[in-house]
């Protein structure tokens, strides 16, 4: 499985756009890129998967460049309630895979007032 | 609420002893997955089960062991508990193998050893 490397942390206030950068030089061809959150005390959370190009949802927007060798999280207007660490993760699909999900150290995204 | 089902929510017990914790994948789900999150290593991926089989282990001691019923609910035990094994212990769901598509967490159960 690739290798993801995250900011460790981020700050922003309510209201502003928010883009968590994810590098992940050693993507493999069936690689998908997969954005967890994570509040304290409870299990991620799904947010966004993709594997090129853009892919927007009802919370997020993900870009993935033509290289795939990164792939940027955006979240539009952030609250409060948007505080918690994210995760990027790169996994291979395909019928060899199980599925397993390895996680980095994630980006603690503290939103302020 | 993802759908998935963990119990007990806390769990306080002493070193040498030995627990069970229980897991309920969402309706449909066929993969069960657990993972490990303690302080200083993060979320560790443990174990993965579809259908009832063994499909995948990560770093699990030989001191837990898991299955997963015909019900398809699944049972993480852990033995001969040492302090180190304090954690918050999650159970993830998927509907099929491989993994592509989404897995959902449970709320975990929290493990304390004294």
């Known amino acids: ?113 | 609420d993802s759908g998935v089902t963990q119990t007990p929510k806390h769990l306080i017990t002493a070193t040498g002893q030995r627990v069970t914790l229980r897991c309920s994948p969402r309706s449909g789900d066929l993969s069960v997955y657990w993972y490990q999150q303690s302080l200083d290593q993060g979320l560790q991926f443990l174990i993965q089960y579809y259908n009832g089989e063994e499909r995948a282990k990560g770093n699990i001691l030989e001191r837990f062991s898991a299955q997963q019923f015909p019900d398809l609910h699944s049972e993480l035990n852990l033995s001969s508990l040492e302090l180190g094994d304090s954690a918050l212990y999650f159970c993830a769901s998927s509907v099929g193998y491989p993994g592509k598509d989404t897995q959902y967490f449970g709320p975990g159960t929290r493990l304390t050893v004294l």
């Open chain 1, 1 to 113: 499985l690739a290798k993801t490397t995250q900011p460790i942390s981020m700050d922003s206030y309510e209201g502003q756009e928010v883009n968590i950068t994810c590098s992940h030089n050693n993507i493999a061809t069936n690689d998908y890129i997969t954005w967890y959150q994570q509040f304290p005390s409870q299990g991620p959370r799904f947010i966004i998967q993709g594997y090129k190009t853009k892919v927007t949802n009802e919370v997020a927007s993900l870009f993935i460049p033509a290289d795939r060798k990164s792939s940027t999280l955006s979240l539009p207007r952030v609250s409060l309630s948007d505080t918690a660490v994210y995760y990027c993760l790169v996994g291979a699909q395909g019928s060899s895979n199980t599925g397993k999900l390895i996680f980095g150290q994630g980006t603690t995204l503290q939103v302020k007032p």
